[in-house]
């Protein structure tokens, strides 16, 4: 006859889960006995078999907790296989079911470690009273062996700790250390085993100090700051710590613990941030200052400048309306040069003046329309030059949150450069849009002008820079620069992308 398996799952947490093995060799009492275990127990499983040959089968394959066994039995008798058990797994716990009363018997299971022996006809509660006693041992057993697994993980954890602990009685005495503190400070454990931590004291923390830190833990709360304390060599080392107290069942503190943490790297870190902070603070202070004088001196300058120059004009202007009769060719030539350059000399000054207030400009965000600025800045260029046939392309419904009186400026210089550079073009065109790359406005003018080399990309927005220095071109190399800074104030960015003869790009984004 084949052995029968019965599995029952109970996750109930109040009764311990067991396995149970059942070998008799009589099919009623096995029939009659496996159905009171499964009325009264929530085995995790049960397995029932008909003698010790099978029953020992069974055990090699699913190691049972407990072994209800019979004694006379045919193949295997229940001795030989519960010493065959025994060798396998000593834990187990084996009950002995017979009608043998008879000495051998009783020191056959004695010498074995049976640890019950119930006489058939069995009493119920003799067995399970020994099958609880036996539930209870196993639950008691996997409690402490699940005790100790934890112990021994802690006891690992802390040995391995990258962080120095260390455990002291309530007097402050050390009665631990773990080896990351012996590495760190140089002491050995009998330097500092039942010595107070303050050999570590390094004579730069004052007493106040630790007087409101030993104030924290005997009061029974927690403490966290930074020592500096002294190595065996006389090392200084910095400790970022948290300090606990342990407290027993009635309150008592019995210990301390201490977890520290070398920082000595970070604060060395630290102090090298804060000196480099301070430098690059008193440069930009420097900084500021020079700017200001520059941009002091250069509105000053450009006011100054500006009524000479006026006058200059203006006298030439006269002189030609009055005198240009009397004049011959070459002084009407040198007259209208001088008037020219007088203009542009002007011209830079404006550039100057806008460019140096800037600095102080404030940004006065509001809805803006930039299809109308740029719209009214090509009937200004078609004004100014009217006989000049050049395609314009702007998108309609373009804006954007900035300042407005800004964006004319940036839009005058974008577009002013592109008429500029398109001059000598059979069919110039100038376009003006928006584009939306990673899901953000990019707003762009475009021109088939003259372009430029990439190499020379940096150099586009410096101040007084000029990639087209021959004399087709007339400028000061302020506009872009200008462009830059406002753009700048608004958190910006702005580039620009070109080729030689094909035109060139400015792109810029909030």
């Given at each position: 006859?084949?052995?029968?398996?019965?599995?029952?799952?109970?996750?109930?947490?109040?009764?311990?889960?067991?396995?149970?093995?059942?070998?008799?060799?009589?099919?009623?009492?096995?029939?009659?006995?496996?159905?009171?275990?499964?009325?009264?127990?929530?085995?995790?499983?049960?397995?029932?078999?008909?003698?010790?040959?099978?029953?020992?089968?069974?055990?090699?394959?699913?190691?049972?907790?407990?072994v209800i066994t019979d004694i006379s039995m045919p193949v295997m008798d229940g001795v030989e296989m519960a010493a065959s058990i025994r060798d396998i797994a000593p834990e187990t716990a084996?009950?002995?079911?017979?009608?043998?009363?008879?000495?051998?018997?009783?020191?056959?299971?004695?010498?074995?470690?049976?640890?019950?022996?119930?006489?058939?006809?069995?009493?119920?509660?003799?067995?399970?009273?020994?099958?609880?006693?036996?539930?209870?041992?196993?639950?008691?057993?996997?409690?402490?062996?699940?005790?100790?697994?934890?112990?021994?993980?802690?006891?690992?954890?802390?040995?391995?700790?990258?962080?120095?602990?260390?455990?002291?009685?309530?007097?402050?005495?050390?009665?631990?250390?773990?080896?990351?503190?012996?590495?760190?400070?140089?002491?050995?454990?009998?330097?500092?085993?039942?010595?107070?931590?303050?050999?570590?004291?390094?004579?730069?923390?004052?007493?106040?100090?630790?007087?409101?830190?030993?104030?924290?833990?005997?009061?029974?709360?927690?403490?966290?700051?930074?020592?500096?304390?002294?190595?065996?060599?006389?090392?200084?080392?910095?400790?970022?710590?948290?300090?606990?107290?342990?407290?027993?069942?009635?309150?008592?503190?019995?210990?301390?613990?201490?977890?520290?943490?070398?920082?000595?790297?970070?604060?060395?870190?630290?102090?090298?941030?804060?000196?480099?902070?301070?430098?690059?603070?008193?440069?930009?202070?420097?900084?500021?200052?020079?700017?200001?004088d520059l941009e002091a001196f250069n509105y000053t300058v450009s006011h100054d400048l500006r009524n000479p120059l006026t006058i200059i004009s203006s006298y030439s202007q006269l002189l030609?309306?009055?005198?240009?009769?009397?004049?011959?060719?070459?002084?009407?030539?040198?007259?209208?040069?001088?008037?020219?350059?007088?203009?542009?000399?002007?011209?830079?000054?404006?550039?100057?003046?806008?460019?140096?207030?800037?600095?102080?400009?404030?940004?006065?965000?509001?809805?803006?329309?930039?299809?109308?600025?740029?719209?009214?800045?090509?009937?200004?260029?078609?004004?100014?030059?009217?006989d000049r046939q050049t395609g314009f392309c702007i998108q309609e419904g373009v804006s954007c949150r900035a300042d407005k009186h800004l964006m004319h400026i940036v839009l005058s210089n974008?577009?002013?450069?592109?008429?500029?550079?398109?001059?000598?073009?059979?069919?110039?065109?100038?376009?003006?849009?928006?584009?939306?790359?990673?899901?953000?406005?990019?707003?762009?003018?475009?021109?088939?002008?003259?372009?430029?080399?990439?190499?020379?990309?940096?150099?586009?927005?410096?101040?007084?820079?000029?990639?087209?220095?021959?004399?087709?071109?007339?400028?000061?190399?302020?506009?872009?620069?200008?462009?830059?800074?406002?753009?700048?104030?608004?958190?910006?960015?702005?580039?620009?992308?070109?080729?030689?003869?094909?035109?060139?790009?400015?792109?810029?984004?909030?």
């Amino acid at each position: 006859m084949a052995p029968n398996s019965r599995s029952r799952f109970d996750m109930r947490a109040a009764q311990p889960l067991v396995s149970v093995l059942y070998v008799e060799d009589e099919q009623s009492a096995r029939d009659i006995l496996g159905s009171v275990f499964e009325s009264k127990y929530r085995f995790t499983r049960l397995d029932v078999a008909e003698n010790g040959e099978q029953g020992l089968a069974l055990f090699k394959q699913h190691h049972h907790d407990i072994v209800i066994t019979d004694i006379s039995m045919p193949v295997m008798d229940g001795v030989e296989m519960a010493a065959s058990i025994r060798d396998i797994a000593p834990e187990t716990a084996i009950i002995v079911l017979t009608a043998h009363s008879g000495t051998r018997y009783l020191l056959d299971s004695i010498e074995l470690g049976i640890n019950n022996y119930v006489l058939k006809p069995v009493n119920y509660e003799k067995l399970f009273a020994a099958i609880d006693k036996n539930i209870t041992m196993i639950s008691l057993k996997r409690k402490v062996a699940s005790q100790h697994r934890f112990i021994c993980k802690l006891s690992r954890a802390v040995e391995q700790s990258p962080s120095t602990v260390l455990i002291t009685d309530e007097r402050g005495e050390i009665e631990y250390a773990n080896p990351k503190f012996f590495e760190l400070t140089g002491y050995s454990p009998d330097e500092v085993m039942g010595k107070n931590p303050r050999i570590l004291k390094s004579g730069d923390m004052s007493p106040a100090f630790y007087d409101a830190l030993w104030r924290t833990i005997t009061s029974g709360k927690e403490w966290y700051g930074e020592f500096l304390n002294r190595k065996k060599n006389g090392e200084l080392y910095w400790e970022s710590a948290a300090i606990s107290p342990v407290i027993d069942e009635t309150g008592a503190i019995t210990n301390y613990v201490a977890v520290k943490e070398d920082i000595t790297a970070r604060k060395r870190a630290e102090e090298k941030i804060e000196a480099l902070n301070a430098a690059l603070a008193d440069r930009a202070r420097e900084l500021e200052s020079a700017n200001a004088d520059l941009e002091a001196f250069n509105y000053t300058v450009s006011h100054d400048l500006r009524n000479p120059l006026t006058i200059i004009s203006s006298y030439s202007q006269l002189l030609l309306d009055k005198c240009g009769a009397s004049l011959d060719e070459q002084g009407e030539k040198i007259v209208g040069i001088i008037s020219h350059k007088a203009k542009q000399m002007e011209d830079l000054l404006s550039a100057l003046i806008v460019f140096s207030k800037l600095s102080q400009q404030v940004v006065d965000k509001e809805t803006v329309d930039l299809t109308a600025i740029a719209s009214g800045i090509r009937e200004e260029l078609h004004m100014k030059e009217p006989d000049r046939q050049t395609g314009f392309c702007i998108q309609e419904g373009v804006s954007c949150r900035a300042d407005k009186h800004l964006m004319h400026i940036v839009l005058s210089n974008l577009m002013g450069n592109a008429w500029k550079y398109t001059a000598l073009k059979d069919e110039p065109q100038i376009e003006f849009g928006m584009a939306t790359t990673d899901g953000k406005p990019v707003y762009f003018v475009r021109d088939n002008g003259v372009g430029f080399a990439m190499d020379k990309a940096d150099r586009i927005f410096g101040t007084f820079q000029r990639l087209h220095t021959d004399g087709n071109f007339e400028g000061f190399g302020i506009g872009l620069a200008t462009v830059q800074r406002i753009i700048n104030k608004h958190q910006g960015r702005i580039w620009a992308e070109g080729k030689p003869g094909k035109g060139a790009t400015f792109f810029f984004s909030f």
